[in-house]
């Protein structure tokens, strides 16, 4: 779904739930379109809204400083990521409207982390064991078909996805012997964000204009540090004297 200078305004909110990520797509039926988002990663969601009228002066809070100023607004389709055990295997799967959409036959775990919806097309990040390897390759599905990141020399997993224009953009880790590493792919393209050997962890992204933000932790020899990636820079957030995570 393209939009025209979308402006973001983001608020967290605890959830109990996990594993799942909610996409919401609505239209009102006055004058301007929103987008409404919400991310559920490490039982926090992040709700995304944004104005998709052209020439709009301000986009809308949620929850709204004044809720009287929300018009009326009919929900079009939901749609859920994450996984479902068959009673032998984890079956990486979504949901549109409560209607689940497997992602693999079933026999062999996959999960899904992370969704996002463009125009038609629905893109589903996450992973599934190497039939060759019995790794975990890190995989994105687009509409139900499988696009591998990796070969499966060693354990994945896309953990965000965003679309922008034509451009699919993912975030996740690659496990090795020296621990996790924080990898961004755009378009298959990847390159490393975390310090290879220091343990790091990928939770959420989001993509605005050419800048890609990716959120997460790193090691670093003590503690884990609640930082955020900006086009591949580490801006840390918590101290490192205890431990932090951004999600």
Sequence with gaps: MMFSKP??????????????FLYVTYREPVLHRFLFMSVKIAGVVIILTACLQTGCQKALHFPPDDPTLIPARTV????????????AHQVAKYWKNGVAVPLT?????SYAWAISIAGNDVYVAG??????TGRFVVTYWKNGTAVPL???SYDGSATAIAVSGNDVHLAGYVNSSTGNTVKYWKNGSASSLSIIGRDAQ??????????????????NGT?????????????????????????
């Design 76 to 87: 079009k389709d939901v749609y859920v990521a994450g996984f479902e055990s068959n009673g």
């Design 7 to 20: 402006v973001w305004n983001t608020t967290k909110v605890h959830c109990k739930y996990t594993y799942s």
């Design 105 to 109: 036959d079933g026999s062999h775990d």
């Design 223 to 247: 503690n884990d540090v609640a930082l955020y990636w900006r086009n591949n820079n580490p801006l840390p957030l918590s101290s490192g004297t205890e431990f932090g995570y951004s999600t």
């Design 150 to 152: 990796t070969d499966g």
């Design 127 to 132: 992973a599934e064991i190497s039939a060759a």
């Design 202 to 219: 990928a939770f959420c992204m989001v993509v605005s204009g050419t800048d890609v933000y990716v959120s997460g932790y790193q090691f």
